[in-house]
């Protein structure tokens, strides 16, 4: 499942972590935004109060700003820009403000040492920025009230299209983001991809370990599985040896039986052939379950070795012709010699050499043996199999002719050592009459220059 890879892992919460770092800066960002947007506000604010100031008089008649500001917005009503200085019941406005008036602003208590800046609900029903403070114009006289407001919906717009602006740029740095995070993601997982084509390479040979030269990250990891290819090694080793233990073990008391029950035959001893069936099933079954234990072995036999199997089946034939029913049969080996099998020369023996004691047996009078780009063929002239029948008679175990000497467990031996090598046994019908056994091995061939 996708939700258990680490890749997957990684970069959802790298994404995760960037989107709420990239949210978190927005909202920071806006507010910082808006606070520098109120800060010119009162900046500009102030400018206009210390004018206004300059121009407030108060004498027998009340109130009166001889000079107001000049800026033109103060005379235009609703524009957005006021002043007001007001004393008790007294209040002089600018004509902005029409027949409005500015209240005092949220949490703002002025006093006559320092400006006091503040939002309040202003004229119109509009937010307002306010900016005030307590003059004292005269000794013994009230302080008046001064106060300059500036529409805050200017400063709403402005921090409005900011965080739209500020929005499609932080989406994009995100996008960005994302792919410089998966980048690393993917370089931070190379070495385990590494990693990974090393530990295949163990199937192969249990002799192999894994480099040294990966980071320290994984060093933990490496020696852990150099440990275990170590321990798997030693199993092996102990494996292949009590196997040769057992077969040199068995082998002569087996041998002894078997001459003993020919010596009480010909003495007339009675019939043995009971006790003779037994000893060679006996010894049918010490050979396949040694030529399986060779099988297991040969699934880590060192890639890129190549074998010549024209010289093989030269050897076999030697051996077979010797044989009373090999005597009788022309064996052809039609092999090239240049020919090259990615197959470990001692597994391609076993093979051949089941394959062809088989075809020797059953042949009327040839065995053919050729060769191609990563295959054999080994046919004869003999009665052959039924396709279903040459089914039964690669599984384990099965005994094709109920006559004969033989158990079944040739073919299902050289199957199980095919497999393990990489290749595959099929059988047919041979253009001679008989069987057509063929093995094929999909790993590359290459023949000397």
Same mark, same amino acid.
């Given at each position: 499942?996708?939700?258990?890879?680490?890749?997957?892992?990684?970069?959802?919460?790298?994404?995760?972590?960037?989107?709420?770092?990239?949210?978190?800066?927005?909202?920071?960002?806006?507010?910082?935004?808006?606070?520098?947007?109120?800060?010119?506000?009162?900046?500009?604010?102030?400018?206009?109060?210390?004018?206004?100031?300059?121009?407030?008089?108060?004498?027998?008649?009340?109130?009166?700003?001889?000079?107001?500001?000049?800026?033109?917005?103060?005379?235009?009503?609703?524009?957005?820009?006021?002043?007001?200085?007001?004393?008790?019941?007294?209040?002089?406005?600018?004509?902005?403000?029409?027949?409005?008036?500015?209240?005092?602003?949220?949490?703002?208590?002025?006093?006559?040492?320092?400006?006091?800046?503040?939002?309040?609900?202003?004229?119109?029903?509009?937010?307002?920025?306010?900016?005030?403070?307590?003059?004292?114009?005269?000794?013994?006289?009230?302080?008046?009230?001064?106060?300059?407001?500036?529409?805050?919906?200017?400063?709403?717009?402005?921090?409005?299209?900011?965080?739209?602006?500020?929005?499609?740029?932080?989406?994009?740095?995100?996008?960005?983001?994302?792919?410089?995070?998966?980048?690393?993601?993917?370089?931070?997982?190379?070495?385990?991809?590494?990693?990974?084509?090393?530990?295949?390479?163990?199937?192969?040979?249990?002799?192999?370990?894994?480099?040294?030269?990966?980071?320290?990250?994984?060093?933990?990891?490496?020696?852990?599985?150099?440990?275990?290819?170590?321990?798997?090694?030693?199993?092996?080793?102990?494996?292949?040896?009590?196997?040769?233990?057992?077969?040199?073990?068995?082998?002569?008391?087996?041998?002894?039986?078997?001459?003993?029950?020919?010596?009480?035959?010909?003495?007339?001893?009675?019939?043995?052939? #009971?006790?003779?069936?037994? /000893? !060679?099933? =006996?010894?049918?079954?010490? &050979? @396949?379950?040694? $030529? +399986?234990?060779?099988?297991?072995?040969?699934?880590?036999?060192?890639?890129?070795?190549?074998?010549?199997?024209?010289?093989?089946?030269?050897?076999?034939?030697?051996?077979?012709?010797?044989?009373?029913?090999?005597?009788?049969?022309?064996?052809?080996?039609?092999?090239?010699?240049?020919?090259?099998?990615?197959?470990?020369?001692?597994?391609?023996?076993?093979?051949?050499?089941?394959?062809?004691?088989?075809?020797?047996?059953?042949?009327?009078?040839?065995?053919?043996?050729?060769?191609?780009?990563?295959?054999?063929?080994?046919?004869?002239?003999?009665?052959?199999?039924?396709?279903?029948?040459?089914?039964?008679?690669?599984?384990?175990?099965?005994?094709?002719?109920?006559?004969?000497? #033989?158990?079944?467990?040739? /073919? !299902?031996? =050289?199957?199980?050592?095919? &497999? @393990?090598?990489? $290749? +595959?046994?099929?059988?047919?019908?041979?253009?001679?009459?008989?069987?057509?056994?063929?093995?094929?091995?999909?790993?590359?061939?290459?023949?000397?220059?």
């Amino acid at each position: 499942m996708i939700i258990r890879s680490l890749r997957f892992r990684l970069l959802v919460g790298a994404g995760i972590a960037i989107f709420v770092a990239l949210a978190v800066a927005w909202g920071v960002m806006t507010l910082l935004f808006a606070r520098h947007l109120e800060r010119r506000a009162e900046e500009e604010l102030r400018r206009n109060a210390l004018q206004l100031v300059a121009g407030v008089t108060q004498g027998q008649s009340g109130l009166a700003v001889g000079t107001p500001p000049t800026d033109p917005r103060f005379g235009l009503p609703g524009s957005g820009l006021y002043w007001q200085v007001s004393v008790g019941n007294q209040a002089v406005r600018s004509r902005s403000l029409w027949d409005q008036q500015l209240e005092r602003g949220h949490h703002s208590h002025p006093t006559p040492d320092g400006w006091t800046f503040g939002s309040a609900g202003g004229p119109f029903e509009r937010h307002v920025y306010v900016l005030e403070r307590l003059v004292t114009i005269g000794a013994g006289r009230p302080p008046v009230l001064v106060q300059v407001a500036e529409d805050g919906v200017s400063v709403h717009i402005a921090r409005a299209e900011f965080s739209e602006e500020l929005t499609v740029f932080l989406v994009l740095l995100w996008c960005v983001l994302a792919a410089g995070a998966w980048v690393q993601v993917s370089l931070g997982l190379r070495p385990l991809g590494r990693l990974r084509a090393e530990v295949l390479g163990l199937k192969h040979r249990p002799d192999a370990r894994l480099s040294d030269s990966h980071s320290a990250e994984i060093a933990p990891l490496v020696a852990a599985i150099n440990g275990l290819a170590d321990a798997r090694q030693s199993d092996v080793q102990r494996a292949r040896q009590r196997a040769a233990d057992l077969a040199h073990g068995l082998k002569t008391p087996l041998a002894a039986l078997t001459a003993q029950t020919r010596l009480l035959s010909e003495n007339g001893a009675g019939s043995t052939e #009971g006790m003779e069936r037994a /000893l !060679a099933s =006996a010894r049918a079954t010490l &050979e @396949a379950e040694l $030529g +399986r234990a060779r099988a297991a072995l040969g699934r880590y036999a060192e890639p890129g070795v190549l074998s010549a199997p024209a010289a093989v089946v030269g050897r076999l034939a030697t051996v077979l012709e010797r044989t009373e029913k090999g005597m009788r049969t022309d064996i052809d080996n039609a092999v090239p010699p240049d020919l090259r099998l990615s197959v470990d020369e001692a597994d391609l023996t076993e093979i051949l050499g089941a394959l062809l004691e088989n075809a020797v047996k059953f042949a009327r009078r040839e065995v053919r043996i050729e060769g191609g780009e990563g295959m054999i063929a080994i046919s004869d002239d003999g009665p052959g199999m039924e396709p279903d029948v040459a089914e039964r008679a690669m599984a384990r175990g099965v005994r094709v002719d109920e006559r004969g000497a #033989g158990h079944g467990l040739g /073919l !299902a031996i =050289a199957v199980e050592l095919t &497999e @393990a090598t990489g $290749g +595959r046994l099929t059988l047919g019908r041979a253009d001679q009459g008989g069987l057509l056994a063929t093995l094929r091995w999909d790993r590359n061939t290459s023949a000397p220059p």
